[in-house]
């Protein structure tokens, strides 16, 4: 339907990869856009925003995901100038804000693995909350209790929000602050599991995630992998993970969480550790 809404715009080949490289979050679309067709953006916006029916906004994604709080600038195309939208994932709910605190759709394959991993009764470092979607749906299923740290301000205020609005068995305690210091300093060996969702910088933070972490422990380490051979990104994610880690290490498994660019994949190791 959006192919044909295009079809007087765009190539069947442009509608194609403007297709494959949008997300809709809530009540929001945000696209990205080859510079080819930078100068058709505000048709695309008006477009988009008229065949996608629950659309009340459509954003053009203007920068990489970026900066210490991993967000992205963006600039309205078409409809209401809003950042904030409600989004829905596996029966929780959350407000998130598009522009101001990191947020993907494209990560829910990965909180639901996470999720049902999850034991009653464990305790849960997620070193780099975001808006709580890990911490949220974790403690809608489990009862644990989940410390849930970021250093965005906005991103810690959206997460206390969206753990008032989610009917919880477990308990989130939201802290703002540097995941490094949060440890240190109220942390240290509290944590069954502890994630580490900050792929650029997992290896700056392992030391600081394993000293959250209990004696037999589990660790999930993400990071960002080249592999010519995509069969090969776990694999290289483990050795790389045990090429650095510090600790005696029991790797229970790999995986590729998303494809990041040409060649080059976000993977997670799970690790158990002993110190
Ligand atoms: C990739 S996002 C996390 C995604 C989140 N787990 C989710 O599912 O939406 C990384 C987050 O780490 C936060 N961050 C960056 N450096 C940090 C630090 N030193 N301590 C705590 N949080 C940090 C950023 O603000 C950002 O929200």
């Known amino acids: 339907m959006l192919k044909k809404a295009l079809e007087s715009i765009l190539s069947e080949q442009e509608s194609q990869e403007l297709i494959s490289s949008f997300d809709q979050i809530g009540?929001?679309?945000?696209?990205?856009?080859?510079?080819?067709?930078?100068?058709?953006?505000?048709?695309i916006g008006e477009t988009l925003l008229k065949q996608v029916k629950i659309a009340k906004s459509v954003f053009y994604q203007a920068s990489a995901v970026e900066g210490d709080f991993r967000t992205r600038n963006l600039e309205i195309l078409a409809g209401d100038n809003k950042t904030e939208t409600e989004y829905k994932e596996f029966g929780c709910k959350f407000i998130v804000d598009v522009e101001?605190?990191?947020?993907?759709p494209r990560l829910s394959t990965e909180r639901e693995r996470i999720s049902n991993l999850v034991q009653n009764g464990e305790t849960i470092v997620n070193m780099f909350a975001g808006v709580g979607m890990f911490s949220v749906m974790i403690a809608k299923k489990k009862k644990c209790t989940v410390y849930s740290i970021d250093i965005n301000p906005i991103a810690a205020k959206l997460c206390e929000k969206n753990i008032k609005s989610n009917k919880l068995v477990g308990n989130i305690v939201s802290i703002n602050g540097d995941a490094l210091q949060i440890i240190q300093e109220q942390l240290q060996n509290k944590s069954d599991r502890t994630l580490m969702l900050l792929p650029e910088r997992s290896d700056e933070f392992l030391e600081s995630a394993i000293n959250a972490t209990k004696n037999g422990g589990i660790i999930h380490y993400y990071s960002h992998i080249h592999a010519d051979k995509k069969s090969d990104a776990g694999k290289l994610s483990e050795e790389h993970y045990l090429q650095i880690s510090p600790v005696k290490s029991e790797i229970l498994g790999s995986k590729i969480v998303r494809a990041v660019g040409p060649r080059y994949y976000q993977t997670v190791v799970d690790i158990k550790i002993s110190k």
């Open 100 to 104: 101001n605190a990191f947020f993907s």
């Open 27 to 43: 009540d929001i679309i945000i696209v990205r856009i080859p510079d080819s067709l930078l100068s058709k953006k505000k048709i």
